[in-house]
């Protein structure tokens, strides 16, 4: 806060399609897709229409012993996309929460089967599952989370996989070590284990670290050996992001968990989904004396505004993804990404997939050297943006560029080139 203090105030007003308006009136590119939520752009007319339409209805009603059609039409409609097997739905609020719910049907469904010494919990190096204590606790997210390590229940973690790609480009690319730490992990500790969780394909939070493909499905497949659930995080990666609806579904994987938020109501509120297996689900079933329900529920889990204008963004996004757009977009974005930086000075390592994408600032590009912290070179920069008309964050000293899928190709393009402005205004050659 101290820094930000020390920051001129900007007061967001309005926004419209892939721009956000302060209150000066000055627009601004929104480069972060609003913190990775927004599918279609500000005030979409299809999306405003269908909340403005259930606002004629009810705001809200509560799921605890009752339902409403959009929160059962959306359940459906995440069963029919999800990967096969996973037909049930628990909606929460936040990506957190999804989380954290994955992870207490985890733990409860040993106990209620039998094997209650089955309560480990293996996540990513580098995973990034939300702020909350449970997410906080199979996280990996250094100092983020550190100090708060005493009051985390223990978890393992596996490296991550190494991978580098942009448009086409793959310097490197490799999950054996990976894997086989995963295989030891689970050879020795399988029976104490509850779940593996991981974000598939891109670990967003860590600066868009990328996973080669078929790293999930080989993650999925020692799991299944080893007899320990698998969570996927999917919040990030979900609905467009990668130019698909799930990257679970996408690459035939089967998790028996799935977690989803930000992109599910195209950014407009919010609204989460922890998808389980129909197995799972029964596991949980019996009379109220026999204390098997899951005693979990948050006010305003299911959110009848946000389930409807989640209808209206999947039916909105499916054509995109069918007739090949969104995949153009994503060609098209990584293409404006290697003419800009593949050569930049002051670009070390590139990382895109989908409409994310990682530049790790460096004083010379080729050299080991790197920025000191203090100087916050990636919030020069992304400040330096503003001026240019652009919102982006800075991960250190990586900018993160996460445009909504929306986007036009001149939009991305505008994107790139003033990312190129304030890099080269803050670190001229
Ligand atoms: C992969 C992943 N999981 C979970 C979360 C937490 O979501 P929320 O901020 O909605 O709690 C995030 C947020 O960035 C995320 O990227």
């Known amino acids: 806060m101290q820094e930000y203090f020390a920051l001129p105030p900007l007061a967001i007003a309005a926004g419209r399609g892939g721009w956000l308006v302060d209150t000066e009136g000055r627009e601004y590119l929104d480069g972060n897709a609003s913190v990775w939520t927004n599918v279609h752009g500000h005030r979409d007319p299809d999306l405003d229409a269908a909340l403005i339409a259930q606002l004629g209805k009810v705001a809200h009603s509560t799921m605890l012993g009752l339902t409403h059609a ?174 698909k609806m799930l990257v679970s579904a996408d690459e035939g994987v089967i998790p028996d968990f799935l977690c989803l938020a930000k992109g599910l109501t195209g950014g407009y509120l919010p609204l989460a989904a922890t998808l389980a297996r129909d197995e799972i689900f029964e596991a949980f079933l019996g009379s109220y004396e026999s204390r098997r329900a899951f005693f979990h529920g948050h006010t305003f889990t299911g959110n009848p505004l946000g389930a409807a204008v989640a209808l209206a963004n999947l039916r909105k996004l499916r054509p995109l993804i069918e007739s090949g757009q969104l995949q153009e977009r994503i060609a098209h974005f990584g293409r404006t990404i290697d003419k800009a930086f593949a050569q930049h000075r002051r670009v070390g390592e590139i990382r895109q997939r989908g409409f994310a994408a990682a530049l790790d600032l460096v004083p010379v590009r080729g050299s080991p050297k790197r920025f000191p912290e203090a100087e916050r070179v990636g919030l020069q920069v992304c400040l330096r943006a503003r001026d ?37 205004a803050v670190l001229p050659i």
Not at 81 to 91: D, E, I, K, N, S
Not at 181 to 201: F, K, N
Not at 397 to 417: C, I
């Open 388 to 424: 240019y008309g652009l919102l982006i964050r800075p991960l250190g000293d990586s900018l993160l560029l996460v445009p909504s899928p929306g986007l036009s190709t001149a939009e991305l393009d505008q994107l790139v080139g003033r990312t190129v402005c304030a890099i080269d």
């Open 70 to 243: 959009p929160g059962a039409e959306l359940a459906a409609e995440l069963v029919k996309l999800a990967p096969p097997g996973l037909g049930r739905v628990f909606y929460s609020d936040n990506g957190s929460n999804a989380v954290e719910i994955a992870l207490k049907l985890s733990f409860q469904f040993w106990q209620l089967t039998g094997q209650p010494e089955k309560r480990g919990v293996i996540g990513l190096a580098g995973g990034y599952h939300g702020d909350t204590f449970g997410a906080m606790a199979v996280g990996d997210s250094g100092f983020f989370h550190d100090r708060f390590r005493p009051w985390c229940f223990p978890s393992d973690h596996f490296p991550a996989p190494v991978c580098d790609e942009w448009a086409g480009h793959a310097r490197q690319a490799d999950g054996t070590k990976s894997l086989d730490a995963l295989r030891a992990l689970l050879s020795r500790r399988a029976a104490e284990t509850a779940c593996v969780i991981l974000e598939p394909s891109v670990q967003g939070a860590a600066g868009m670290r990328l996973q080669p493909p078929g790293f999930v499905s080989d993650v999925a497949r020692l799991c299944r050996e080893h007899g320990v659930h698998l969570i996927l995080d999917e919040v990030f990666v979900a609905f467009g992001r990668l130019g």
